[in-house]
């Protein structure tokens, strides 16, 4: 990190230390020498005073690029953050760019391994997302033999160390483990930018960067053996990724098992594995689509579960992988189930195979009966007419309906030619023949009706079917991951292998005309009726809304999957508008909870005061003349005091009903510290506070009459629980280390007390609205003034905490924006124009 820093300092950068351990070792301290470095702030700890990042310095100081030593630490209690790594989000929110350094065990993904290899917890820890982020990544490499001896040479722990490191955590297992490990979790990181360049190039052909198989599945019970022959095969190499994809398709033809699914699922998630649906009509061919996707090196697919027909003719799945599979290895892996036909689904698709068969049995069956009647003369022409029957309802079972027709008429005409008298010719002597074979012609028309409405209440069953099982995987999943929008779009593109997916809604102007609400994949779809979403577009159960998909011709059948997934969406949807109207339901519950306190404390809090005031004006009313004075003067001070409560209270109570109705609105502008600051103290004696403002402290973005009452009431609180104590109000000067806000600089004032303090588990209550500490007596207020300068603060763009005193007490921070506006300067009592700069 500290040479890569020296490089960048010398290519003409501006780089800074923040923080940088040396360990005491020399060459890093050399490192370090020459490199401008942030001065720490110290914290007090555990009786010890400890040197933690100093944040405000860096943001103030604004290099180019910053040192951060690391990256997993955890900060000192008193902090502004929990995580040096939040120190670093910060400065990277700000514009600054920042070297850091992570050991492998502070990963939140490995931190479990790590802790089985040295056998020790890790308490400090990252997540995963968070490191994966970072613009580079580079692994610092040495293998265990050279570690071990650069230990032993003293170069990076002192001597009296080295034995006892050498036999625990720099044990040679220990460190091939750890390494490994490391190697692993950055090639993870490489493929996903591989994966990243190949989408952004167009780049369809196979790198094998990786060892990664995808295993075809169909929901037959085969399904475990393929899995845990590809988890085998794995197994001898390292790093490898399994992929389990099922090809739905939209007609249900396949006979999947639902239940044998759901546990080759979970058999795969067991495995460390991926589990993915894909919409494809042909499923060679949607396999070869996917393994191609995601770069697959090997696929395992079954051995064929169709007819012999089939796989004598080559047209099983299983072929037609390997004949299209290019460069990619594939294994067909026999089973058990492997000599059995597929047990032949209730389809409503005849398909075109069987439509031309049945064509041409319309021509050759009845042919074929005429000539074996022929040969038996003695049958009658009732016997003859069965037997055509029989034929025509041969073809209509293969066939369907228009071939049967087709028998019908055929065979009509041959026992009209051959078997009527006068045979020979179509014409017939006996009107009784004539109603036989008219019956004859309607009975094998009926036939092939029923046949045909069969087929086509099939096809719609096996398509309901489908769509169910379809809905129920999406509903299942939703539930498991609690799927958004964007996550959901993800999965519809992956399902359909599209380009992008998006989600359209039609505008409420005049025009009517397509909005995109969320997409997938770049660039995002056309809006429908444009390009080629006029065809790859269904408009959902709500017309206002449409799914559209690119990159891909949609066939009828993934025109209905694709229906079903967006009935899917509209429910996700819902579910959402549910949620946000839950949130503000709630919301207005806790804004009338907040009404009901107040009522209350109307009703309960205020009838102190008021009693006392009443009746010390009923006292004066009746007895002024017989009253001592000094009892006259301690009445009317009662009566002041009273008064002033009461107008604290009130003030309190409006200001809190303002701020849970959303109704503040604060009138910004630049605002100096000590205004504020003079008109709250105003009535506090000047001996309780001590005010310790630098000369040049910078003018802040503010509602004057907000700031004023929030310091106001922080104040109060203080001489309320630390009347004892010295109270002092800090601000610091321009250029001083000053958190930021949202990325932009932001000024501070620090209200010190030296009290009892508050305990760490009672901080976050402490400024809620009706809390008091250790449930003080009511004479100290209602429990409002925290909330409310808190609620002021946030409405101005600012932040209000608390963080311990050190030496004990309560110190309470406001910090609010810098402003970058001159100042408006107000008329005082040093005469107008004349305030302070």
Not at 11 to 32: I, N
Not at 76 to 83: H, K, L, V
Not at 198 to 211: C, D, K, L, V
Not at 682 to 699: G, K
Request: aromatic share 4%; charged share 20%; proline share 5%.
């Amino acid at each position: 990190m500290l040479e890569e820093a020296r490089q960048l300092l010398g290519s003409g950068r501006d780089v800074v230390v923040g923080t940088a351990t040396g360990h005491g070792r020399p060459e890093t301290l050399a490192l370090m020498l020459g490199l401008e470095t942030i001065a720490p702030c110290r914290l007090p700890f555990g009786g010890v005073e400890v040197r933690e990042l100093d944040v405000d310095a860096v943001m103030v100081r604004h290099p180019e690029v910053a040192v951060i030593d690391e990256y997993a630490h955890a900060n000192a209690p008193g902090s502004r953050n929990e995580q040096r790594w939040q120190d670093v989000e910060e400065l990277l929110d700000a514009g600054i760019d920042v070297l850091s350094t992570i050991s492998i065990q502070h990963l939140a993904s490995l931190s479990d391994v790590v802790s089985s290899v040295i056998e020790e917890p890790q308490t400090q820890t990252v997540p995963d997302e968070i490191v994966r982020r970072a613009d580079q990544v580079e692994l610092v490499d040495i293998s265990p033999e050279l570690l071990r001896k650069r230990l032993s040479e003293g170069h990076i722990y002192p001597r009296e160390r080295i034995d006892a490191a050498l036999a625990s955590d720099f044990r040679l297992g220990t460190l091939f483990a750890l390494r490994e490990i490391a190697l692993i979790w950055l090639a993870d990181r490489v493929d996903e930018g591989l994966a990243k360049y190949r989408a952004s190039q167009g780049i369809t052909a196979n790198w094998p960067a990786r060892e990664r198989i995808v295993v075809g599945v169909t929901g037959g019970p085969e399904g475990e053996v393929l899995i845990r022959r590809a988890s085998r095969v794995l197994s001898r190499v390292n790093g490898g990724e399994l992929l389990a994809v099922h090809i739905r398709r939209a007609d249900g033809r396949h006979g999947e098992s639902p239940q044998s699914l759901e546990a080759q699922r979970r058999l795969v998630a067991d495995l460390g594995g991926s589990y993915h649906t894909v919409a494809g009509e042909d499923a060679a061919g949607s396999l070869l689509d996917f393994a191609r996707s995601v770069n697959a090196t090997q696929i395992i697919v079954g051995v064929s579960r169709g007819r012999l027909s089939g796989r004598l003719l080559g047209g099983g799945v299983g072929a037609k992988v390997v004949r299209g599979s290019g460069d990619i290895d594939v294994h067909m892996v026999s089973h058990p189930l492997g000599t059995r036909g597929l047990p032949r689904p209730v389809s409503g698709s005849l398909g075109r195979a069987r439509t031309t068969t049945g064509f041409i049995l319309a021509v050759l069956i009845p042919v074929l009966a005429t000539v074996v009647l022929s040969l038996a003369p003695e049958l009658n022409f009732a016997t003859d007419v069965l037997v055509h029957l029989t034929a025509v309802m041969v073809v209509a079972f293969v066939g369907g309906l228009w071939p049967a027709v087709l028998a019908a008429v055929l065979d009509s005409l041959l026992l009209n030619y051959f078997e009527t008298e006068p045979v020979g010719t179509f014409g017939i002597k006996d009107p009784q023949n004539v109603f036989t074979l008219l019956v004859f012609l309607g009975a094998a028309i009926a036939v092939s009706l029923v046949v045909g409405l069969s087929a086509r209440r099939a096809r719609e069953a096996a398509r309901a079917r489908a769509e169910a099982t379809t809905l129920a995987d999406l509903a299942r999943d939703a539930l498991i991951e609690d799927d958004t929008v964007a996550a959901f779009m993800d999965k519809v593109r992956e399902t359909f292998h599209a380009r992008s997916a998006g989600l359209f809604t039609r505008r409420t102007d005049a025009g009517g005309s397509w909005e995109l609400q969320a997409h997938s994949g770049e660039p995002p779809p056309a809006p429908p009726g444009l390009g080629e979403a006029g065809s790859n577009a269904v408009e959902l159960a709500d017309p206002e809304t449409a799914l559209v998909i690119s990159g891909r011709t949609l066939t009828a059948g993934d025109r209905r999957l694709l229906t079903a997934h967006g009935a899917h969406l509209l429910l996700l949807r819902q579910r959402h508008s549910l949620q946000l109207r839950l949130n503000s339901t709630a919301k207005l519950a806790a804004g009338n909870t907040i009404r009901t306190s107040i009522l209350r404390a109307v009703s309960h809090d205020l009838r102190t005061p008021l009693a006392g005031i009443k009746l010390a004006v009923t006292a004066l009313q009746r007895q002024k003349l017989r009253l001592p004075e000094d009892i006259q003067a301690e009445m009317l001070d009662t009566i002041e005091s009273y008064t002033d409560r009461l107008d604290s209270l009130v003030g309190n109570l409006l200001d809190m009903s303002r701020i849970s109705s959303g109704s503040t609105a604060p009138l910004t502008a630049s605002v100096m510290w000590r205004d504020a600051i003079e008109d709250a103290l105003r009535d506090v004696p000047a001996a309780a506070i001590r005010i310790d403002l630098a000369p040049n402290v910078p003018a802040v973005d503010a509602d004057l009459g907000m700031l004023e009452r929030v310091i106001a009431n922080i104040v109060e609180n203080a001489l309320k629980y630390a009347p004892d104590s010295d109270i002092v109000i800090v601000g610091p000067a321009i250029g001083s280390g000053v958190a930021a806000i949202d990325g932009r600089p932001c000024g501070e004032l620090r209200i010190v007390d030296h009290g009892a303090g508050v305990p760490a588990s009672d901080v976050t209550a402490m400024f809620e609205p009706f809390q008091r500490l250790d449930d003080a007596p009511a004479v100290l207020g209602i429990g409002l003034g925290l909330a409310v300068a808190k609620g002021f603060t946030e409405a101005m763009g600012g932040l209000l905490t608390a963080e311990p005193t050190p030496g004990g007490g309560l110190t309470i921070v406001i910090r609010l924006p810098l402003s970058s506006a001159p100042r408006s300067v107000r008329p005082d009592s040093r005469g107008a124009g004349q305030g302070e700069p």
